[in-house]
Nanobody, 123 residues
Framework: VQLQASGGGLVQAGGSLRLSCAAS????????VGWFRQVPGKEREFVAA????????YYADFVKGRFTISRDNAKNTAYLQMNSLKPEDTAVYYC?????????????????WGQGTLVTVSS
């Protein structure tokens, strides 16, 4: 499966962005999807994940109540709605997929990655 992340940009603190992860090539509904982020000099960190049938959602503690992960299997797309953004949310955001039901928090367990989209939150 090929993944294309989009939707990043520059936003002021307190603002919102919605990231999209468009998939092609295989049956998207058979893949769990995760979102990760990375800043220079730091390891890639888990943000959120969603199981293949949209029934299980997982979030990092630092985004709970602010970010929402979702998916539309008919459109082969997953989303990350980010509200109440903070300057510390500034990072390159990546979507990833693996052909299993569950979406783990460990980036090493994902098989496919999008190219990343930059989110910059100004104070």
């Amino acid at each position: 499966v090929q993944l294309q992340a989009s939707g990043g940009g520059l936003v002021q603190a307190g603002g919102s962005l919605r990231l999209s992860c468009a998939a092609s090539g295989r049956t998207f509904s058979s893949y769990a999807v995760g979102w990760f982020r990375q800043v220079p000099g730091k390891e890639r960190e888990f943000v959120a994940a969603i199981s293949w049938r949209d029934s299980n959602l997982y979030y990092a503690d630092f985004v709970k109540g602010r970010f929402t992960i979702s998916r539309d299997n008919a459109k082969n797309t997953a989303y990350l709605q980010m509200n109440s953004l903070k300057p510390e949310d500034t990072a390159v955001y990546y979507c990833a997929a693996r052909p299993t039901k569950w979406g783990p928090r460990n980036s090493n367990e994902y098989d496919y990655w999008g190219q990343g989209t930059l989110v910059t939150v100004s104070s």
